[in-house]
């Protein structure tokens, strides 16, 4: 009993199912679509010439028995009086037989069986004169007053009306009684009616109405047939380029459509095939170009290492000699000193680039603590911070856990995102932020400097690209940093995302999976950060005081408390 419930239940579950599947079905084919659509066309037009049909034939056989009804009480109404207008009885007994003849003759030459006779209404009394009588058929009211008070009122023509007629077994039909006046002599007028059963044209109806309903499934299914193998036909090319399509999308660029015949659709199949040619050959070409460039910067950069690695050496000893020469002099070793050892940084990111370019980074994973690193990058950047006036504080309510990472490589992160902030901070302080969840562990760096328009903010991590080109760099720097940043975040499986406001400053978000290869459910840190309000951005620019509590309300805790805050939940682990 349990089981066949449980089975009613799933049935159920599928029955309500079968909306969405249909919605679905409807919006990813367009066979079903068109079928269903033709479909319900040719199924409305042929149900409103099927009900047309219908009442055209209904009303058609109506009127027919009708005017036979007509005629027919007609006929027998004359006979009946032509009877009574040659009787000279007068007597009661005579009178009855005379109504027994009528009667009689009425049932001879009608087709109706069906016969009630009363006398008319408004006479005065006669003792001599027969009562009505009435066919069971016709008892029970279905002649009804209207029609009596119209025989009345126009006792010289045929009035009629339709009703229901019940059979002595009980079934029912519809049926028209004719009523008209025909006068006794020493009776006066008597009101006659004849029933008609409509029951043969009724099932006449219903015939024309089966085969009309069968004609029209038939034919439902016909044009329902037909237009799902003229759309298949048609629908087959074009589920054949999408899947085309797709497969080229997918980097499978040697797959073409079949070419069939010499029509549109054969048309088609060849234009896409030449389409197809054309992307492989420009992509192949772009591929190579790509290819050559890679090869160039790398080729570059190698050739250039030999004869900077000279021009060093030669820079070393003339800075190591500068006191020895006239200011100029000097000056010029100094500027020397400092732009050799730019450009061996950028020979160092463009070696390090054109590695991703051609695919050939592998990770030197190590369990590593990223509050630990981000604590050594913070001591190392202290010294360039204090000349700014920045207060670099790191905030760790977790992320103590060791996770798998390249430690190299994040620490070129964190070190890239601080040098950012000290140089763009505007002298206010910087928070450091580390937290994990379940699924990552993630790092902020936010300043209270400047902040970047939506513009900026789209490109801050475009290859050379810089926010304010007239902005002198105070720390260094190639204009590759963010970019390789966001590479090593990639190879890492993780994401290197920012948040800024002109005004409010920027905050820089680092998220990595806690698992090797993992997947993020969520970043523990929020971006924006929980302290871009308009209120703290006011108080930023025009401070009471010089406290902390003042200038961030929502860190102040936190800030004067370095990083021990209280672990919060999920991340017990952290201070294992």
């Known amino acids: ?277 054309s992307m492989q050959t420009q992509i192949k070409e772009l591929a190579e170009l790509s290819l050559v460039q890679q090869r160039f910067v790398s080729d570059v950069s190698h050739e250039l290492r030999t004869p900077l690695t000279t021009i060093r050496l030669a820079g070393d000893v003339l800075y190591d000699q500068r006191d020895t020469f006239p200011p100029a002099t000097e000056r010029t070793a100094e500027l020397l000193h400092d732009q050799v050892g730019r450009f061996e940084l950028l020979l160092a990111d463009l070696l390090e680039i054109s590695r991703y370019d051609a695919g050939s980074i592998e990770l030197d994973l190590e369990l590593t603590s990223l509050v630990n690193l981000a604590g050594d990058v913070i001591e190392e950047l202290r010294p360039l911070a204090e000349p700014t006036g920045s207060d670099v504080r790191l905030v760790a309510p977790g992320g103590y856990s060791n996770v798998a990472m390249d430690p190299r490589r994040i620490r070129r992160i964190v070190r890239n995102l601080i040098g950012n902030a000290i140089e763009h901070g505007e002298g206010r302080p910087i928070v450091v932020t580390v937290d994990s969840n379940e699924s990552a562990v993630a790092l902020t760096v936010r300043d209270y400097g400047l902040g970047m328009n939506t513009e900026a903010t789209e490109r801050v991590f475009d290859r050379f690209w810089r926010a304010d080109p007239s902005r002198k760099r105070t720390i260094g720097g190639t204009g590759l940093g963010l970019a390789i940043s966001r590479e090593d975040a990639t190879l890492h499986h993780g994401t290197l995302d920012v948040w800024s406001e002109p005004g409010a400053g920027s905050s820089f978000r680092l998220t990595l999976p806690r698992e090797e290869g993992g997947s993020i459910a969520r970043s523990p840190l929020s971006l924006p950060p929980e302290d871009a309000i308009e209120s703290v951005v006011d108080e930023l620019r025009n401070p009471a005081s010089g406290s902390i509590g003042t200038v961030w309300p929502p860190f102040a805790k936190r800030l004067q408390g370095g990083s021990k805050r209280p672990n919060t939940a999920g991340d017990d682990d952290d201070r294992s």
Do not use: C
Request: hydrophobic residues 45%; without cysteine; glycine residues 10%.
């Open 1 to 277: 009993m349990a089981a066949r419930l449980a089975g009613w239940s799933v049935e159920w579950r599928d029955w309500r199912s079968w909306p969405s599947r249909l919605s679905g079905l409807w919006r990813r084919s367009l066979q079903f679509r068109t079928v269903a659509i033709t479909v319900g066309l040719s199924g409305l037009a042929i149900v409103i010439t099927g009900a047309y049909l219908s009442f055209s034939i209904g009303n058609d056989l109506f009127q027919s028995r009708l005017q036979q009804a007509l005629a027919d009480s007609g006929r027998a109404m004359t006979s009946a009086q032509g009877i009574l207008d040659a009787s000279d009885a007068t007597e009661r007994v005579a009178l009855q037989q005379l109504m027994s003849a009528v009667r009689s003759d009425l049932q001879a030459t009608s087709a109706s069986r069906l016969i009630a006779a009363y006398r008319a209404p408004g006479q005065d009394y006669s003792a001599v004169a027969p009562p009505g009588f009435e066919a069971p058929g016709l008892a029970g009211g279905v002649v009804t007053q209207p029609l009596r008070d119209a025989v009345q009122k126009s006792p010289d023509d045929q009035w009629w009306q339709s009703v229901t007629l019940t059979a002595s077994d009980g079934t029912q039909s519809a049926g028209i009684v004719v009523g008209s006046e025909v006068t006794m002599p020493s009776a006066g007028s008597y009101q006659v009616y004849l029933g008609y059963d409509l029951r043969d044209s009724e099932q006449t109806l219903g015939f024309v109405q089966q085969t009309l309903v069968l004609a029209g499934l038939g034919l439902m299914l016909l044009v329902g047939g037909a237009a799902w193998l003229v759309v298949r036909f048609l629908a087959t090319p074009i589920r054949s380029a999408a899947e085309t399509s797709q497969r080229l999308a997918d980097g499978n660029l040697d797959v073409r459509m079949p070419e069939k015949g010499e029509d549109e659709l054969a048309t088609l199949a060849r234009s896409f095939n030449g389409m197809a040619d």
